[in-house]
């Protein structure tokens, strides 16, 4: 008996040392990889035969399950919520309908369920989206992540009249008369559109919305990572953007539109330079910033805002640097302030020293490199510090 038990556990001890890892990739969750960062939605297994998840946020999209995060063996479909996986197909993608769902793959037989409650579908409608067919066109369906918050990208509409309507269903209109803002009632008057490319946001909740300028936002190892938020850029016209005082440290941006990498734009030139779609990482080295932005030709340029002014400090002294315990600061006038930035922008002191010489504790800190912007009266500066 005892035997039968150890040789269960050495069976099941080389199943799950052997065990394949299944993943659901796609527009549907959180993009195609290698492209988009943290794509791979691991789903869990006993057996290594049926593996599943439990409330996965799902967008309307397709996805593919894939199996040991390669594309050497990958499963399609055609249908949802569920279907029979079609094995390496270059074209069949399983599309989905937005909802939180529990997914269910068996590995063996490639059959698969999305289980949940699909998102009430939201679509902008009438002769603003459509100016020929009018009310008798299609609805320009907008994307959510939760149901209640509904958005839409790239798109130009015509100057005229349009609802919200949901599930296609002409009975469940939201409409006002105010725009770019308004709070839309159910069966309430058209909403009379500016013809132009607008950036639409609606709650299903409340019936708020707003059409406003595309976003243009900025990104890259030289803000942190490429996998953290964009720092937008402000606008007065949709199509000139710019941004002051952006503390960067040395590495690589890129701006995109709306936070999606379908519209961005690169180039390897700096400090100005026309950005193309898809192209190179901008090389930035580390500064402060005042940035500008035409979204129409792509050309962009980046003016140091320490170097353009006659208050910059020379004559600052920092030591140890690196220093696992503290940093001596030490200037010929007083020291006003000293802001403390982490990596990635976000400031995390502020001391006002009011002495010509201060001591900066940073023993509590990770190791890793930190930025110090410094005032003494109407001089400024910034410098790079390294905590070891």
Known sequence: MKFKVLLSLFVLFCLHANAQTISIVGTGVNGWPPNQIGAEITLITTDNISYTIENVLISDGEVKFRQDFDWALNWGGNTFPNGQGILNSSSDAIPTKAGIYNVTFNRVNATYTFIGTPFPAIGIWGPAVDSQNGYVGNDKKMQTTDGVIYTLA???????????????????????????????????????????????????????YSFGYPSIGILGSALGGFGVE???????????YSIKNLLTINGELKFRKNNS????????????????????NIPVPGGVYNVTFERTSGNYQFVNSLS??????????????????????????????????????KLLEVVRPSNKQFSLKNSSLSKGIYFATINSGLDFSIIKLVKN
């Open 230 to 240: 964009d720092t937008d850029l402000a606008t007065t016209d949709g199509f000139n």
């Open 261 to 280: 990498w379908a519209t961005n734009w690169g180039s390897l030139s700096f400090p100005s330079g026309t950005g193309t779609q898809d192209g190179k």
């Open 154 to 208: 790239d798109f130009y509409f015509s100057s005229g009249q349009a609802y919200f309507r949901q599930d296609n269903n002409s009975t469940l209109v939201f409409g006002s008369v105010s725009f770019p803002t308004g709070v839309a009632q159910p069966n309430g008057p058209s909403i009379p559109v500016a013809g132009g490319e607008w950036l639409v946001t609606f709650n299903r909740n409340t019936g708020e």
């Open 308 to 345: 353009t002014t006659a208050h910059n400090i020379q004559s600052i002294k920092v030591y140890p640097n690196p220093s696992s315990n503290e940093w001596n600061f030490s200037h010929n006038n007083i020291l006003d302030t000293i802001s403390l930035f982490d990596i990635s922008g």
